[in-house]
């Protein structure tokens, strides 16, 4: 995927994408959480919050797809403005029902308005949930600023490892 | 070969198994497609592919399929993908 060293996760999150330590009853609760940062950054609409959350009770607990780690969205729709994320971390973790990753600590909104144009922040968010030291200091962050500083951290060292060989296609 | 990686969506959680699942193949220098679906079109592509990955919660809904449905719990776990796409295609 060609498109993936181009996207900077913390260009992706602005402050006001980003709750730490942040409070919440239940996964109902914690969703909400993750679908009202999307709102305050204008990636979606209030319609898409509630979308979030009947995804979960329609198919599931499926999103909690790591220890810890929801990712809460929906399928592309009206109440999608552009692709985006939004960072919630949990001062208390909270049971989703998923029997393997049980307690989540961390949901990331996620919004699409196809299935293509979010393809490169994918990549990015991969990278980042794919390295457990990024991810601890992460959930350990205790203010939006702090997330932003170590997600840049991890775009400026990404942009400087070499390309993955890709000698097999060319 | 084909894979296809299932989620409720088929633009979220079924992306990211996805671009793990093809550094896992990278790896093991496997040649095959692997595609993101959601799960309503999932039981249709799965006719012509080989392996289905997808979560506990909707390997249920998959339903009956001759491809071989691999339930992955840690998306993250490249270790776990390996092993269990390894076991599947031996």
């Given at each position: ?150 997600l840049a951290a991890i775009d400026k060292k990404s942009s400087q490892d070499p390309p993955l ?6 | ?90």
């Amino acid at each position: 995927m060609t498109v993936s060293t181009s996207v900077k996760l913390a260009e992706e999150l602005p402050e006001v994408a980003i709750l730490t330590h942040a409070t919440a009853a239940d996964w109902r609760a914690a969703i909400t959480l993750a679908g009202q940062a999307l709102v305050a950054s204008g990636v979606t609409t209030d319609n898409y919050t509630a979308e979030m959350v009947a995804a979960v009770e329609d198919l599931g607990p499926y999103i909690v797809i790591a220890p810890g780690l929801a990712i809460a969205h929906s399928r592309p729709s009206s109440a999608v403005l552009r692709a985006g994320l939004s960072w919630v971390s949990l001062a208390t973790p909270v049971m989703f029902g998923n029997k393997k990753n049980d307690p989540v600590s961390l949901v990331i909104g996620l919004a699409a308005p196809d299935h293509a144009s979010h393809l490169g922040i994918m990549s990015a968010l991969a990278l980042v949930l794919a390295d457990a030291d990024a991810l601890s200091q992460l959930t350990e962050a205790d203010s939006p600023a702090r997330v932003r500083e170590i997600l840049a951290a991890i775009d400026k060292k990404s942009s400087q490892d070499p390309p993955l060989e890709r000698k097999a296609h060319s | 070969m084909k894979i296809i990686a299932v989620c409720g969506m088929g633009i979220g959680t079924s992306v990211l198994l996805k671009m793990n699942t093809e550094k896992v193949l990278r790896k093991l220098g496997i040649d095959a497609d692997v595609e993101a679906a959601d799960i309503g079109v999932a039981r249709g592509m799965a006719r012509d592919a080989e392996i289905v990955l997808t979560s506990e919660d909707l390997a249920a809904q998959i339903g009956d399929v001759s491809a071989t449905v691999i339930v992955i719990d840690n998306f993250f776990d490249l270790v776990e993908i390996e092993d269990k796409l390894t076991a599947a295609i031996d």
